[in-house]
């Protein structure tokens, strides 16, 4: 008995031990702000501290008797009186829990960084799955009550940030709630008017030089020409994937010789990487895969953007007619919602009312608001016009050179970089 009781003790004080070692000011503040359902300590990683927090959210912002769910979001901590970077981010939290994630903000600034997943993606995905709350203005609202929670923990200047989706997530977060942050950096974020825009295409059909452009239709026209041989081992190496797809194995084969210039140009990869005309079979299809993977047209567990894009981000189309008589197909028209689309979304309408009130936005007003974009990144396509930021005394725009949808400030020339620094110490600290 007496050995029983000295187990128990030596146990609980080791339990109360762990619980003092992990607990510190920023932990007890947050696992006793409303609506926080757990904190996990992460690794510290590149900050002094840093914390995974589920949060309870309404399912629907206006009426929260419809339902709840739990969103995760990432806190990592420099300082209580540090500016705090607010990473509006499009998909899921994976990345924010790596020991060697920062964003460049948060870095350069010594900032605090709070990175909130997107609701139906990741962690942050209800049950059941209802589309209906799956819209912007949701989404800007989690921002919001997330931010509300932390405001007397973090009560210095905030910068919202966002990369791509999370970019226009930046913008559209600021338009709902101009006053929640102080400084807004939204990187190569697309304001697309139709799931088919209308603007991709043009832009592919100019970017970069003659020279590039007809290496890639070169191997686009030969892939086509050989699908006889290609298809089948295309094919072969779906199902070694375990790929499934709401098409048959042409289309999708067609679908990726129609996908390859965006991604050529939006990250950037150099043309004379692509293989000569007379190359083998298998080098060829190596190079398409490893540029298109198939997966990206496969059924997925995870739809979320592409409902996204059907109900009001829109997206891109194709252009066929250079093609005529090598494709399986006779047109691409419609295909987002046909192929990538669950069933359940399947009566899903496109609205422009979101993107046309961004517009508006900043047309009517001058936040504090940089935008960056890649010159060659076809999602620049359908970055805002420039005419929203002539005469503004804040709005600044930045276009790099020959730049893809990797474009960030520390990928600017040196001159630029240093005045879009100076730009946001300014707009911070007042220097």
Known sequence: MRYLKFTFAFFALLLAGLTFAGA??????????????????LEKGLFEERYAVMFEQPLDHRRPGKGHFEQRFVVAHTGFDRPTVFVTEGYGGARAVGTRYREELSEH??????????????????????????????????????????????????????VSKGG???????????????????????????????????????????????????????????????????DEYCKSKSYT???????????????????????????????APDSPHQELLDHLIAI????????????SFFVQAQRELGYYGYDTAPFEGLLSIRDARGYLPRIMLPDDARNIRFSDGLSRRIVSFYKANDPKVICIYGENDPWSAAMPDSTLFEGKANMKLFVEPGGSHRARIKTQSEEVQAEIWEVIEGWLFGI
């Open 24 to 41: 510190t000011e920023l932990y007890d503040r947050l696992i006793a702000l409303k609506g926080v359902v757990s904190v996990e300590e």
């Open 109 to 162: 600034l010594n900032a605090n960084q709070v990175f909130v997943e997107h609701r139906y993606f990741g962690e942050s995905t209800p049950e059941p799955r209802n589309w209906h709350y799956l819209n912007a203005e949701q989404a800007a609202a989690d921002l919001h009550a997330v931010r509300e929670a932390l405001r007397e923990i973090y009560p210095e200047k905030w910068v919202a940030t966002g």
């Open 168 to 234: 226009e997530n930046s913008l559209i977060y600021r338009m709902y709630y101009p006053e929640d942050v102080d400084v807004t950096v939204a990187y190569v974020g697309p304001v697309c008017f139709g799931v088919e825009d209308g603007r991709h295409e043009p832009f592919l059909d100019r970017v970069g030089t003659e020279e590039e452009r007809a290496t890639i239709r070169e191997f686009q026209t030969e892939v086509l020409k050989r699908r006889k041989e290609l298809v089948p081992l295309f």
């Open 245 to 275: 797809f709401r098409t048959n194995i042409d289309e999708v084969f067609d679908l990726c010789v129609l996908e390859y210039p965006f991604s050529i140009w939006q990250w950037g990869t150099a043309t004379s990487l692509i293989p």
């Open 292 to 303: 298109v993977s198939p997966d990206y047209f496969a059924v997925n567990d995870e739809p």
